[in-house]
Structures are given as C-alpha cells and as structure tokens.
C-alpha cells in the first residue's frame, strides 16, 4: 500500500506559478497511476489532471489545459504538478492520488471514485 505525502503548495498572485509535488512511500512506484485533485471550500473534490503509470500518458481538465501540466517520476518516486498562469479560481486544497489500473492497463481513469489511495493535502490560494 502507498503512502503518498504532497508538498508545494502557497500564496502567489494571479499569473504567478508554483510547482507541487508528491512523494510515494510504501510501495513500487511505478506500479500506479495518478491523478492530481482539488477542492474548494463548500465545492466537491474535482479532478485536475492524471497520468498513467508508465508516465507517458497525461490528461488535463479544460479549466487548467494549457496552464497545468502533470509529470511523474518513476525513479524518484514523485509526482508533480506544474501550474503556470494561476487564476483566483484555483484556489483550492490539492490532493495528490494514486492505484493500481486495471490489469493489463497503465491507465486509472479522472475521476474521484477511481482512486483509492489520497495524500493528506497542500494549499494553494491564488489572490487576485
């Protein structure tokens, strides 16, 4: 079981960046497919990008293509989300997430329920 521990996170104005990052603990790395996620005060938890397994396969939700890209680091055990051209709205607490695809696959999917395994959080606030 991985233990997963995500760091990074601050206050920038709009426009600036900040890259977070998610060390995994616990388990071969490389065997999990990730996703980075978020939630805001009185919002449901939403998806913001994921990666599979193998690193080579990313997908970014609309609100952040473009500005948000997700990498992974098989060898460092690390996860990591760079957010450039950071907008208000993306304030929020990010959680870093992580399981096994299915068999036979490298890819977990975008969504909340697919995940089982979630880090503790790191905030990010964005002022206008």
């Known amino acids: 079981q991985v233990q997963l521990v995500e760091s990074g996170g601050g206050s920038v104005q709009a426009g600036g960046s900040l890259r977070l990052s998610c060390a995994a603990f616990g388990d071969t790395y490389s065997n999990y497919c990730m996703g980075w996620f978020r939630q805001a005060p009185g919002k449901e938890r939403e998806g913001v990008a994921a990666?599979?397994?193998?690193?080579?396969?990313?997908y970014a939700e609309d609100y952040v293509k473009g500005r948000f890209t997700i990498s992974k680091d098989n060898a460092k055990n690390t996860l990591y989300l760079q957010m450039n051209s950071l907008k208000p709205e993306d304030t929020a607490m990010y959680y870093c997430a992580a399981d096994h695809p299915p068999y036979g696959r490298t890819w977990c999917g975008r969504r909340v329920y697919e995940y089982n395994y979630w880090g503790q959080g790191t905030q990010v606030t964005v002022s206008s």
């Open positions: 990666i599979d397994s193998d690193g080579l396969t990313t």
